[in-house]
């Protein structure tokens, strides 16, 4: 083949610089700090969790402001060389505007725009403050702040804390965004900024398949991932460490075109040997390991979002795929098959999770079920939205199915912002998206350079990724996230734009025309976005503030008074805390428990001036609930004046019942801050179904808050809200199972306790629910043996089993069925039909031994000895470990032998 010298490299003669060359150099030196100061800001963020905590975000937004002070300097009096994509930044800075909007109080002429915050207001906080405000005046004496207390305002967010948290990734994307534009406008600078992506992501894959291998969950060595699930490389979830490395695949492709371009626009031909070039050795590895990690990352969303952004590039650019591309194409996915073969235990979780791809597995997604209370939620607060942030607190209110798992995301980007941002969020979004599909799809024309093409493929498949993924993920809701996007989509619309020519600046402009230029000019954005990263610092900082001071303090279980002086210090901290954030409902509940020790302390120490012993549990909330229900009528207003008798008992509980009305004035969705409400409403003269309504209403996924509500019914008598309340926590987990059926059998007859309290995973408490008053009470299951039943009512339950095939909602196992029948007629010494049920339990789960062992056992009792043999012998075969067989075979040999004398046990054809 012929080829084609290079051309010589000459060196050019070293002049003497003159102050514009010493000047250049300069300035290209600041741009290479702001380069390296954004970059080294967003590959700080994607190691330390996606940037998800305060100080990260607030540590890079204080880089970001040096690095936009050195774009400054640098840019002084240079002309653009290539337009800004101002569109993206309006599109931003008008998202960012709106959510400012509904951090501030709604105006009496916007109610009907604001429907979705106003009803909730009206629904849950006005009725809640309509019994709080008269308690603190009823019952406060001389606390000024206290008096000062009126009924809160309408937000146009329902819970404002979120909504300000949620804003900073906002405010640090649009940095970012306008930061990339200004700095990499050069075909060199944005190979740069291409590399560093690789090379990030690279590592980032490289951790994350070394975790896999490994079975690790720290997110880093030495840091356990706290988040319930599996981790992937640095971020906590899995599906936000694929997508934070996903674009850097495309980017490397995009960097094999660039260079596979550049080499044929040089020699004019097809060079054989251009992808054995350290260059595309190189790229090809970092995209080898960027593929097998999102392979082992085990998120699905990931793997159908690259399928799809392959199809629809291959689809686009099919003319253009040369035969080496398909190798490509062919190999990396061997080379993730090896690897997963060689690594037995990644190979064995992805192929199981490649097994949930199934129809049957996704249909029964739980997914599916909050996407209904999504939809449910975005249109109640249709049209302006709930607020930035808020989905999680938004859809309680919406929820009447109860859910094992509480969603503070959608898992659909798409929902979540139509739930948080109404039409405006929306509208923004589909302008954002067509416009950025305007600038990529015409550059792919024919008539356009290589570079244009592959740049305008690079952002069709950004696009492509970012869309999949969002359909089940909440992928921009990760900060780092949100911020390799926002650098991407920025860079590659600035890179189609058609160059500024010089001659642009000399056309006379109208006045009109020169005050949008001036507008649009990269000094007014430069100000526009450091304004937003101070605000960003702001936010950031009094978020470290309230994080610090709810992890300092925490409440635990105390079995004796708490310290006063431990109580004084905590509620100084949460001051300081309070009034760096004071519009954080967190921070007032949190002060509003500690307020709950303080009284608990002064009422334990006004006992001991009485003369009274009383132990520091007695002075629970609940507790004391429970006492005023024990006690007759006409005891109720004297002990209830004891408990506000004197200056030092008003106080504490006036202070706590005026921080739990902040509390919800900032967010009226807060499920426990009614509950706390409801637990002193009997002591403050309020009326506690308003609390507890509410309450209850909000609880529908957390198995303690479903517990604790139906605990107040019990005690209040309310049967039907006890029963309702704990089969919902029930459903979700059996943690206190056995509180809820002890008290439950105080109240409620055995068999109503057995059809509505039951859970079908465990009708062995039916045995319990059989038993004699004296025995019902007993918790262990290992008083299963020792049970008395009465007959009637064990005759009763049975009937009961067969019949029903569902416990509750919840399909009961026909093992289990059987099994416990057959426990039922042994207690009964009615041994034929325990056998009958045994036998139809062994049946249904022939590997599970104890029905077996029961079986025999039983056969056994009823010298059957000839079946025992048969099903001990069967059950030696099966699990030849256990012993217990070999010597239920003995005694079946025995039996068989006494039945039958010419029978020889030791002969070994029997």
Not at 577 to 596: F, G, K, N, Q, V
Not at 736 to 742: D, H, L, M, R, V
Request: hydrophobic letters at 45%; aromatic letters at 10%; glycine letters at 4%.
């Amino acid at each position: 083949m012929l080829r084609v010298a290079e051309p010589a490299r000459t060196l050019k003669p070293r002049t003497i610089g003159t102050d514009s060359q010493r000047e250049s150099v300069w300035k290209r030196g600041l741009t290479h700090v702001g380069r390296a100061l954004m970059l080294g800001a967003f590959a700080y963020g994607t190691w330390l969790n996606g940037a998800m905590q305060p100080d990260t975000l607030r540590n890079i937004s204080i880089v970001l402001c040096i690095a936009f002070f050195c774009a400054a300097v640098a840019n002084y009096r240079t002309e653009e060389k290539r337009p800004i994509p101002r569109t993206l930044f309006v599109l931003a800075l008008l998202w960012i505007l709106y959510g400012g909007i509904q951090l501030l109080p709604v105006p009496w002429a916007s109610n009907w725009y604001f429907q979705g915050p106003v009803a909730i207001h009206e629904q849950f906080t006005l009725p809640a403050e309509a019994e709080l405000l008269p308690a603190i005046e009823r019952i406060s004496t001389s606390d000024p702040a206290l008096e000062s207390l009126s009924p809160s305002t309408t937000n146009a967010s329902v819970a404002v804390e979120e909504t300000r948290w949620a804003l900073v990734p906002y405010l640090i994307g649009l940095a970012f965004a306008v930061l990339a534009a200004q700095l990499f406008q050069t075909s060199e600078s944005r190979r740069i900024l291409l590399w560093v992506l690789v090379a990030n992501s690279t590592l980032l894959a490289i951790w994350g398949i070394l975790q896999r291998a490994g079975g690790s969950v720290e997110i880093l060595p030495g840091i356990r991932n706290t988040v319930p699930g599996i981790p992937f490389s640095s971020f906590a979830y899995k599906n936000a460490g694929a997508a934070a490395i996903m674009p850097a695949a495309a980017a490397a492709l995009l960097l094999l075109a660039e260079r596979r371009g550049s080499v044929r626009s040089q020699y004019r031909y097809k060079r054989s040997d251009e992808w054995l070039t350290p260059y595309s050795i190189t790229l090809l590895i970092c995209l080898g390991l960027i593929i097998i990690g999102v392979g082992v990352s085990l998120s699905r969303g990931a793997w159908a979002a690259a399928l799809f952004a392959c199809l629809v590039i291959a689809i686009l650019r099919y003319k253009s795929l040369s035969r080496k591309v398909m190798y490509v194409a062919i190999a990396l996915p061997i080379c993730f098959l090896c690897i997963t073969w060689v690594a037995k235990d990644v190979g064995e979780s992805v192929g199981q999770r490649t097994s949930d791809l199934s129809f049957d597995v996704i249909a029964a997604d739980s997914r599916w079920e909050h996407w209904k209370d999504g939809v449910q939620t975005a249109i109640a607060h249709f049209p302006s939205g709930s607020g930035l942030g808020t989905y999680g607190y938004a859809t309680l209110s919406e929820q009447t199915q109860t859910h094992s798992t509480w969603f503070r995301e959608a898992h659909n980007q798409f929902l979540e912002i139509g739930t948080e941002s109404g039409l405006i969020g929306i509208v923004l979004l589909g302008l954002l998206m067509l416009w950025f599909l305007k600038q990529c799809i015409p550059s792919l024309r024919s008539d356009r350079s290589l570079e244009t093409k592959a740049w305008a493929s690079f952002g069709i498949a950004l696009f492509c990724l970012l869309f999949v993924q969002s359909l089940a993920d909440f992928v921009i809701t990760i900060p780092t996230n949100l911020f390799v996007y926002a650098i991407l989509v920025s860079v590659v619309a600035s890179g189609l734009m058609t160059p500024i020519s010089p001659m642009a600046t000399r056309i006379p402009l109208e006045t009109s025309d020169r005050w949008i230029q001036r507008c649009s000019h990269r000094s007014v954005w430069t100000i526009a976005c450091v304004a937003c990263l101070l605000w960003s610092i702001s936010i950031s900082s009094d978020q470290m503030i309230a994080r610090q001071a709810l992890a300092m303090t925490r409440i635990t279980e105390l079995d004796d008074s708490a310290q006063p002086q431990m109580i004084e210090e905590r509620l100084t901290q949460l001051d300081e805390a309070i009034d760096h954030h004071p519009r954080s409902a967190t921070l007032y509940e949190r002060r509003a428990a500690w307020r709950l020790q303080q009284y608990r302390t002064e009422l334990m120490d006004e006992i001991q001036r009485r003369g009274q012993s009383a132990d520091w549990q007695s002075t629970d909330p609940i507790n004391i609930l429970n006492l005023l229900a024990a006690i007759p009528d006409e005891y109720h207003e004297q002990l209830l004046a004891d408990f506000v008798s004197t200056e030092a008992l008003r106080r504490p509980l006036s202070q706590m019942m005026a921080d739990l009305y902040c509390s919800l004035a900032f967010n009226s969705l807060r499920p426990s801050a009614y509950y706390r409400s409801a637990s002193i409403a009997s002591i403050t003269g309020m009326k506690r179904n308003v609390f507890l309504d509410r309450s209850i209403r909000l609880s529908n996924n957390d198995v303690d808050k479903l517990f604790r509500n139906g605990l107040v019914a019990f005690i209040t008598k309310n049967d039907e809200q006890m029963i309702d309340q704990w089969t919902r926590s029930l459903s979700i987990e059996h943690r206190y199972i056995e509180p809820i059926i002890s008290l439950a059998c105080q109240r409620l007859e055995p068999m109503r306790v057995a059809k509505q309290l039951v859970p079908a995973t465990r009708p062995d408490i039916f045995l319990r629910l059989a038993a004699t008053p004296v025995a019902a009470n007993e918790n262990s299951k290992d008083q299963a043996e020792k049970l008395e039943l009465d007959p009637l009512l064990a005759h009763e339950m049975i009937e009961y089993l067969l019949a029903a095939e569902e416990v509750g909602e919840e399909q009961i196992a026909e093992d289990k069925r059987f099994s416990v029948v057959a426990q039922f007629y042994e207690k009964l010494l009615d041994q034929e039909n325990a056998v009958l049920y045994w036998e139809q339990a062994v049946a249904k789960k022939p590997r599970n031994i104890d029905y077996r062992i029961r079986y025999i056992q039983s056969l056994l009792r009823l010298g059957r000895f000839t079946e025992a043999l048969n099903q001990a012998t069967v059950g030696r075969t099966l699990h030849p470990i256990d012993t217990r067989f070999e010597n239920l075979v003995e005694q079946a040999r025995r039996g068989v032998s006494q039945q039958h004398p010419l029978y020889n046990p030791h002969d070994p054809q029997n």
